[in-house]
Every structure is written in structure tokens, then in C-alpha cells.
């Protein structure tokens, strides 16, 4: 039976924009379905009721996502104060805060506790396995959910702007940066308990997830127009397989070096390795992208290769 793939070439990263309403995952099966291809994942999850950055991984970029699971997010998120929630977003059970809703400058004066190396515990509704049980699921059964504290990191957190039109709810926009693992959920429900009056989060737009900005991204009716025709129209929109790994160092080999990477074998590149790194992009003559590699002495053995006996061309 012939594999599920466009061919050679047919590899990358497509940033989406992802609209409020479908999951991450109904995001990744239109994506398959469009490209006409099995191997499609995503680089980090975004509730249903969120928008912004979904890098999608299509063909061999796929075997690059690990490289992407501890990025750095961006998000722009909307706090509404007054109440909290039972999921800590707008789709829980509201309850009014006890202590009246603050006004701006005593969240901007909270706002400094919260960042940094902080500690959090994750919303009782996430997808956190208990006993291999989805944590969510247990919630939504009437359990008692009980997560552990998390360590995460919160490197920026800054009030955009304030909105205290209705004085008993107002809602600030907080542009926020932090490390892989952070529940913007949790930090909206820490930041009203701090304050005594309840706080949820509103809205959610992931602004950046790594190297992966919006200006990358792309609507996903633009993906579906861009398919219309076939899955090739896909192509123009894919940035390639190793973008963002600027990180690791660039070495580049012969074509014996790169016949030796595709076989699997190590290689004593005759360029050198330039410095000490935990991975190396390998590229070949004509700029191809070979294999991402691990230092083993003075000898690079192959981690993830990118391409065919023969194929010495970049994926694009």
C-alpha cells in the first residue's frame, strides 16, 4: 500500500492562527486532511475558547517538535475581576468575590509578586492525569481534584489596559511571557485571590509561542482557501523544518558526510565542530538541512535525520 505523503519536499511548520471555538486537535485533523498526509502534530495546546499562535508540524518537522515543547509563550490575556470560576475561565460556575473589585493601581501593585519564579497550582479542569485519569474529566464527575504546585516562570507581566466601566466587574488586559507549562487560567485565579475579589480569565490569545510570532501565523480559512485546489497549495505557507533552532550550532559536511549521517553512521566532520552545544543542525552542500546530531567526542552521531540516500535538499 503507497504511503500517505505528498513526496519529498512536502515538510515544515505551519503557524496558524487559530480561531475561538475548535480545539488543537480539530485544528491538527483539518491540517492532515488538507495535506493529505498522516504525520501532523502540534507544538503545545490551546483551550477551544482561545486564539493566536498553533505551530503545526507536518511530514519530518514533526520529528522536531520535542525541540519546541519548552519554548517560551506569549499571551494577551483578558482578567476579569469581581467573580471566580469553577474552571478559572468564563465557561465555569461564577461566584462573587468576597472583598469589593479592585481598581487599577492595586492590580498593577499585585503584579510584581506574581513574577518571576513563581509556584502554581494548575486548574482542577486541565488535562493533568490523576491516576490516569484526565484531571478535567474527574472534575466534570463531581470528584475532588487535588494537583500538585508547579514551579513556572513569569518573565513579563504588564497591565495593557483597564476597563472599569462597570465598577463591580472591571477586566484588565495583561500582556504576558512565561515558560512552557504556565496556566494563564491559574494566573488570572491567583491574581483576584491575592486581590480578595475573584478573578477569571475572559479572553486568551497566544501571541507567540517561541520563535513562532502572528506575523507568521495564518488564518485558517486562508489554510482551507490556500488547499483548494490540492494539498501543493499548502506549500507556499510552510517555513522550514528547522526554523527557530537557531540554538543549535550550524556544521557543515561533505557529501561523504552527509552520504555517512543517512546511513546512520558517525562522522568526524572535516570543518570541525565550532563549540560545545547539546545539538547540532547538519547541513550538507547546497544548504540542505541533513540531521539535527549529538556531540559524541569530536564525532557527531545523528539524532534526527531529515533526509533520503540521495536527497540533498532543504524541506521547504
Known sequence: MARASLGPGFDGILVVAKPPGPTSHDVVALVRRLAATKRVGHGGTLDPFATGVLPVFLGKATRVVEFHMGDRKGYRATV????????????????????????????????????????????????????????????????????????????????????????????????????????????????????????????????????????????????????????EGLKPLLLPVDTGLDSFPEVRLTEVEVAAIVRGQFVRPEAGIPMSAERYRLVGPGDALVAIAAAQGDRLAPDKVFVDTGTLTRPD
Do not use: N
Request: charged fraction near 25%.
Open 80 to 231: 476579569c475581576f469581581g467573580a471566580s470560576s469553577t474552571t478559572d475561565d468564563l465557561e465555569g460556575e461564577l461566584t462573587p468575590g468576597e472583598a469589593p473589585a479592585p481598581d487599577r493601581a492595586a492590580v498593577e501593585a499585585a503584579l510584581p509578586a506574581m513574577t518571576g519564579t513563581i509556584h502554581q497550582r494548575p486548574p482542577a479542569y486541565s488535562a493533568i492525569k490523576l491516576d490516569g485519569r484526565r484531571a478535567y474529566a474527574i472534575a466534570r464527575a463531581g470528584g475532588t481534584v487535588e494537583l500538585a504546585e508547579r514551579e513556572v516562570t513569569i518573565h513579563r507581566l504588564d497591565l495593557l489596559s483597564w476597563d472599569d466601566s462597570e465598577p463591580e466587574r472591571p477586566v484588565a488586559i495583561l500582556d504576558v511571557e512565561c515558560s512552557a507549562g504556565t496556566y494563564i487560567r491559574a494566573l488570572a485565579r491567583d491574581l483576584g485571590a491575592d486581590l480578595g475579589s475573584g478573578a477569571y480569565l475572559g479572553a486568551l490569545s497566544r501571541t507567540a509561542s517561541g520563535p513562532f510570532t502572528l506575523d507568521d501565523a495564518v488564518a485558517l480559512d486562508a489554510v482551507r482557501q490556500a488547499a483548494a485546489d490540492g494539498p
